[in-house]
Nanobody, 114 residues
Framework: QVQFVESGGGLVQAGESLRLSCSPS????????MAWYRQAPGKRREMVAGISITGVTRYMNSVRGRFTISRDSAENIVHLQMNNLRPEDTAVYYC????????WGQGTQVTVSS
């Protein structure tokens, strides 16, 4: 079962930006529909943004207009560009399949200070 490796998190101030990256843990030719998820302390994991195999994107309401999910098919990397970050975006961010997520990776911590 494929796993994914996330990177790019960090500590930023409100209003700043971060770009997260996600790649499979082993080389694969597959380019499935993917999503970014996040889990804040004491809360359930939620889907932040998704991208289909044809490039159609969708976002949760609170990030629409601020976050952009994209795919570099040649490198098989999925990015999440996060602009105008808010303290409520603080969470561990994970990437995984859009449907039937596989084993979860370590995630990458995003902390936004006010």
């Amino acid at each position: 079962q494929v796993q994914f490796v996330e990177s790019g998190g960090g500590l930023v101030q409100a209003g700043e930006s971060l770009r997260l990256s996600c790649s499979p843990s082993e080389s694969t030719e597959r380019r499935p529909a993917m999503a970014w998820y996040r889990q804040a302390p004491g809360k359930r994991r939620e889907m932040v943004a998704g991208i289909s195999i044809t490039g159609v994107t969708r976002y949760m309401n609170s990030v629409r207009g601020r976050f952009t999910i994209s795919r570099d098919s040649a490198e098989n990397i999925v990015h999440l560009q996060m602009n105008n970050l808010r303290p409520e975006d603080t969470a561990v961010y994970y990437c995984n399949l859009l449907s039937n997520p596989s084993t979860w990776g370590q995630g990458t911590q995003v902390t936004v200070s006010s």
